[in-house]
Structure formats: C-alpha cells, structure tokens
C-alpha cells in the first residue's frame, strides 16, 4: 500500500513587474470607472497590481471579513485599498456598498496614467461607524459575534463568530474554513454588544464538520478524516483518500496549526472504503452538538 502523500504546497509564481496592461491578453477591454466607499471581503484573497491575473503582481493577501475602501472599477474587478496597499480583487471576492462617482476613464491605460491612480487623489478617509447591535432574542444553535467598528480588519476580535451550544456556552470557530464546513455564509450571525457577548462563557472550540473536509497537523505528515465528535482517522493511502472524497481529494486538505491539536481526538484508522462514508458522517451532524 503506497504512503499517503500528506503534504502538498501550492507555490504562486512572481513576475517581474513589466506593466500589465500593456502585455496580458483578455484583460483591460472596459472603461473604468471611479467608485467611493467600501465593501467587505467575502473569502481570502490577493490583492494584485493590475486588473488582471495574468502578469500581475501579489501585493498582499487581504483576510475574510476585511472592511476595505473601493476606488474602482473595471472588467470585473475592484480597486481597493488595504494595509497600505492599492491594488484590484476579482469582483466574486466582495460584497460591494461603494458606488460610482460618475468618473469614468475610456481605457485602462488612461486610468492608469491618471493623478487618481497614481495616488495623488486618494479616497476620503472612512468614517468608523460602530455596527447596529441586535436586540432580538438568542437562542440554542445561534451564532453571535461582537460589534464591530467599520474600519475594523480581518484580524480584530469582533470578527470572531461563536456557536451558542446546549451547554449554554459560545464556542468559537477557529477560522473561517471551519466556519464555511457547517454554514455557506455569514447570513445568520447576530452582531451584539459586548455586555451581552459576556453573558455567555466560552467553551470549547469548534472543530471541522465530520465528513466535509479532511485534515493535517503542520508537524504530523498523515492526513486525517473528521468523525462526529471532532475524531480524526488517519487515512492510510492515496487510492483510498481518492476513492472517499473523489479525485480531487488533494484540495480538500487544510492544515491545522499545532496550538489546536487538543481540539481533536483520536480514532481508529481508515484502512478501506467501507470504514468511513463522508456522506453519512456530514449528515450525521448537522449541528456541532
């Protein structure tokens, strides 16, 4: 049986920055067009010199649930500014509340050669304004987080969400891709203040969903199946892991950072097909408890 190849690195090539515009095909067709205000960031993403993939470069990486300002637009991305950065995101990365000013540039290079790009004109500055606080009833199952600022990033604590279990407790998710294994978005979490945040103590983490994903440890090179109850299960092979989640199963493994390990438990391992059914284990457990 050959060794599970448990460690996969997706390595993002840099180019040499020659301006895009003027090389990259498929890119730069549309007007731009200026925008003020903001949006937030739905998932992770790069943040790149152009409004384009091909040629570009990475200038940073902005979190989920970022609050960033939008200065343009054109061919299905944004302009943004993040972390000192401005650069383009794909459009399918932001949940967009900015609108157009009426400027508009013809052509990407004219955009490009223009005082608002360069900077000289930069976007007014964003008024914080504190998140409106739900007053409704909390119940088992809720998920609540606190309050935020809207200049708030990724990283502030009010970004994190928490399950209220049937122990009375909220439990934390630890990021936002064991968040995404139980819910498609964030549609359903209570912003509150911190007075009624602190009425609940914090419990255990949450771990990943049984059966959606599959796991490693930065310092452990076997990769695991999720059981109910946050039990992992080596799974022993490649062939196997490819006849259990399909042939794309090399993309649906996350690392877990070593200061979760205690988050998890362990169990039997996963020696053949019939050992463990993902399907059976996800709707086995529609909630964390």
């Not at 987080?145 to 122990?167: E, F, H, I, M, Q």
């Not at 053949?272 to 284990?281: G, L």
Request: net charge negative.
């Amino acid at each position: 049986m050959k060794r599970f190849l448990s460690f996969f690195t997706l390595f993002v090539l840099a180019f040499s920055f020659i301006p895009a515009h003027a090389r990259a095909a498929g890119c730069y067709a549309d007007p731009v067009l200026e925008y003020s205000g903001s949006g937030m960031i739905k998932s992770a993403v790069y943040i790149r010199s152009e409004a384009c993939v091909s040629g570009t470069l990475v200038l940073k990486t902005i979190s989920a649930g970022a609050n960033v300002p939008v200065v343009a637009y054109t061919d299905g991305w944004y302009e943004v500014v993040y972390g000192g950065k401005r650069g383009w995101i794909g459009q399918q990365f932001l949940n967009n509340n900015a609108q157009p000013t009426g400027m508009k540039w013809n052509t990407y290079p004219e955009y490009r050669s223009s005082p608002q790009s360069e900077g000289l004109a930069p976007p007014a500055p964003v008024t914080p304004v504190l998140e409106e606080a739900y007053t409704g009833d909390i119940a088992t199952r809720d998920l609540i987080k606190l309050v935020c600022l809207s200049t708030a990033d990724a990283n502030d604590p009010c970004r994190a969400v928490y399950y209220l279990g049937a122990d009375g407790a909220r439990h934390a998710f630890p990021n936002s891709r064991v968040f995404f294994t139980w819910y498609a978005n964030f549609d359903a979490v209570h912003a509150v203040t911190a007075e009624r945040l602190g009425q609940y103590p914090l419990g255990v983490n949450i771990t990943y969903r049984p059966g959606v994903r599959m796991v490693k440890f930065t310092t452990d090179p076997k990769v695991y199946a999720i059981a109910d109850g946050g039990v992992l299960r080596w799974v022993a092979s490649e062939e196997l892991a490819q006849t259990l989640y399909d042939q794309n199963w090399n993309t649906k493994i996350d690392d877990i950072p070593d200061a979760f390990y205690t988050n998890y438990t362990f169990g039997a391992d996963v020696a053949s097909s019939t050992d463990f059914d993902p399907t059976a284990e996800a709707d086995g457990a529609p909630t964390f408890d």
